[in-house]
């Protein structure tokens, strides 16, 4: 014990004073903005202008009551989680399946599939939008979560199969072969073998498409027109529209979307890291 | 002998099942929204189309010219341009530096690795938000700095000149923590000997950095180029809530134009003709890309 913490005091030390005094700066530069946004919610406007880096005056919650009396925030919430939660089942389900597929069945034209699929990583939404609406359009989907969740689930299914198909490439395979001797087909060694191994990357490409469906702006932006239908960041920017310049309003309202979703970050960032690591340096 | 035939046709069977159960719905999914959209896009260009009615008016290429002379696209492919170098010659470099700093495992250090990472996990529209309100030249941040030192600060996002710095700013505290990942992993992979070996030898902290640890991670730099570049080739969802593409379209990327001119208009057409044109800069890219990757693979 008393070895392993003279090492790392050691170890600490090499990081050296210019570099610690950077990191100090780095580390105000991050967090001033979103420390400003915190505490600028219980200012008043005049007090804003005067003093838009310190402590409130008063710790006034009027803004977080009035904005939380409202039930639209919830429902913005709302609607947002359903879609993160339906994209991340269906991009889970169908990319580790194709994955499985991919890196332990041998077939025809496995290896330009793979390509094909990892061309969509250059494909980002905002590219092909018009058409997606028009097809989102003929199939009756605009105006609908339902449409929504499809099409983010088509963008995300190239990064999570990429992650899956890295996984489960470093499984043996005589792993397989054993289970399929046992006379178990591929999908049911998929079902239960493959599967309960997998609960790390499954936890890791989860919360990548959630949080991708979370922040998701355009998507929503250009296919829902109903207000009851709104993911929160139209329903912010909705909101900003409306209040123009009341930035204690505005951020306070930025205060109560963002901290939801800081808090999943934190309970979540392992699995990120790991799919930042696992998946974008060795793919 | 029959056994065997069973088990092989046992084989046969299951793999045809799931081939057929497991990867069409991935393909039809991927190919309905993601290739076919891009395909349309690419078919668009050559026509004089609203979305409605029957696609007729087939116009060759004038779309292309219309993009190519339309007098706020030269800025927005100056904008992208901008926002390419400054990621690269700023926000690498700061993430690297920081990486450096970041790599070993302890309490303090991840504490301080998840803060960096933060901006990086934040909505785009909240964060372009959040940083309108830094920028607001009544209630901001900025004014405020500019008052302690008794300067008059302009309204950065109203300003020709300052917006793109401005914005810069931003781009840079919401992905230099996605970069500084990618290199802190890279770090970590290197094995304790080789650097234990060399600090042995007597060879200094910064000598190893440079001569040693750099070129041991040249992947995972050429990796974070790439996203890089690609990434900001595609910025957007930053500058709607930040500028809108504003003053008078001065800091339109090309996909903020191509949403302002293209999609708010419904010229398909037109948008059309710009999607294909920076798909088609994506793929050169990538292709610069594989090629540089082969040629340190061979290098190795």
């Given at each position: 014990m008393s070895i392993k913490k003279h090492k790392n005091l050691t170890r600490t030390n090499d990081i050296s004073p210019m570099q610690w005094v950077s990191l100090f700066l780095v580390g105000i530069f991050v967090v001033i903005p979103l420390l400003a946004t915190a505490l600028g919610g219980f200012k008043t406007t005049g007090e804003l202008r005067k003093?838009?880096?310190?402590?409130?005056a008063s710790w006034n919650p009027m803004n977080f009551i009035e904005i939380m009396s409202d039930s639209t925030l919830f429902l913005l919430l709302l609607n947002s989680l359903l879609i993160a939660i339906s994209t991340v089942f269906l991009s889970v389900v169908l990319s580790s399946m194709t994955a499985f597929a991919f890196a332990h069945v041998k077939f025809y034209g496995r290896s330009l599939l793979i390509r094909f699929m990892f061309l969509?990583?250059?494909?980002?939404?905002a590219t092909a939008i018009l058409p997606l609406f028009l097809k989102l359009r003929d199939l009756g989907l605009l105006d609908s979560h339902l449409g929504i969740i499809l099409a983010q689930t088509a963008f995300s299914l190239s990064f999570s199969v990429l992650l899956f198909h890295n996984f489960f490439?470093?499984?043996?395979?005589e792993l397989i072969e054993a289970a399929r001797m046992d006379n178990c087909g591929y999908v049911r060694t998929y079902i239960y073998i493959v599967l309960p191994l997998s609960l790390p990357i499954i936890a890791t490409v989860g919360v990548f498409a959630f949080v991708g469906s979370w922040n998701n702006f355009l998507l929503p932006l250009v296919t829902l027109n109903t207000p009851e239908k709104y993911t929160w960041p139209l329903g912010i920017m909705q909101f900003r529209g409306e209040f123009g310049a009341d930035w204690p309003k505005i951020l306070a309202y930025l205060t109560l979307t963002i901290t939801p979703a800081i808090v999943f970050f934190l309970a979540a960032q392992r699995y990120i890291v790991a799919g930042l690591t696992g998946g974008a340096i060795k793919g | 002998m029959n056994v065997l035939k069973t088990i092989g046709r046992s084989k046969f069977s299951s793999r045809s099942v799931v081939l057929t159960l497991f990867l069409p719905p991935t393909l039809l999914l991927f190919f309905w929204f993601v290739v076919s959209p891009m395909i349309d896009a690419g078919r668009f260009s050559f026509y004089d189309w609203?979305?409605?009615?029957?696609?007729?008016?087939f116009v060759g290429l004038d779309n292309y010219a219309d993009v190519l002379t339309h007098r706020h696209f030269s800025t927005a492919i100056r904008n992208s341009i901008i926002v390419i170098v400054i990621s690269l010659i700023v926000q690498l470099p700061l993430a690297l530096w920081v990486a450096l700093a970041l790599t070993e495992k302890s309490w303090t250090i991840s504490a301080i690795r998840v803060l960096f990472f933060l901006p990086f996990m934040l909505a785009e529209v909240a964060s372009g938000l959040i940083w309108r309100f830094v920028y607001?030249?009544?209630?901001?941040?900025v004014p405020a700095v500019g008052d302690m030192f008794g300067a008059d600060l302009p309204f950065v996002l109203g300003d020709r000149l300052w917006v793109m710095p401005a914005i810069m700013l931003v781009v840079v505290w919401k992905y230099f923590g996605f970069h500084m990942m990618i290199y802190i992993a890279a770090l970590q992979s290197i094995s304790k000997e080789v650097i234990e070996a060399a600090r042995l030898d007597g060879i200094g902290k910064w000598k190893i950095i440079w001569h040693i640890k750099i070129p041991l991670i040249r992947s995972a730099i050429m990796i974070s180029v790439f996203f890089s570049v690609i990434g900001s080739l595609q910025l957007f969802d930053l500058i709607f809530p930040l500028t809108?593409?504003?003053p008078s379209h001065s800091s339109h990327t090309v996909v903020s134009f191509l949403y302002q001119f293209g999609i708010t208009r419904q010229k398909l057409g037109f948008g059309g003709a710009v999607s294909v044109m920076l798909f088609m800069a994506c793929v050169v890219i990538t292709l610069l890309y594989q090629r540089a990757l082969k040629a340190q693979e061979s290098h190795e």
């Open positions: 003093n838009p880096f310190g402590t409130p969509g990583l250059l494909f980002p939404a490439k470093e499984i043996p395979n | 609203n979305g409605y009615g029957q696609m007729t008016d607001d030249g009544n209630y901001g941040l809108g593409g504003g």
